[in-house]
């Protein structure tokens, strides 16, 4: 049964070569240069992770930030609630 299901599980290269394109128009750094030529797939990858560190560490910095301003303004906790529940769907 393990069998079956490695078969099953395994990427063809198409499907790899699908998916890092894909991942490549996610990167606005790697379209400007896809279209000047092809970009290395391990390129591709490091960027991508990359990238996804840049945007969860923006994240954190504005969670800071909004944090700080929710702390110094006078709201009710209702409405604290109400605005933290917005913020997290």
Do not use: F
């Not at 890092?20 to 970009?39: C, D, F, H, T, Y």
């Not at 910095?61 to 209702?78: K, V, Y």
């Amino acid at each position: 049964m393990s069998t079956r299901r490695s078969r099953t599980s395994q990427l063809t290269e198409d499907e790899i070569n699908n998916l890092i394109s894909k991942l490549q128009a996610l990167l606005p750094q790697l379209e400007q240069r896809r279209n000047n030529g092809m970009v290395a797939p391990s390129k591709i990858l490091k960027e991508t992770c990359s990238y996804i560190r840049k945007l969860h560490r923006e994240m954190d910095e504005l969670s800071e930030r909004l944090t700080t301003l929710l702390d110094n303004m006078e709201i009710s906790s209702a409405d604290a609630q109400l605005l933290r529940t917005l913020l997290l769907q």
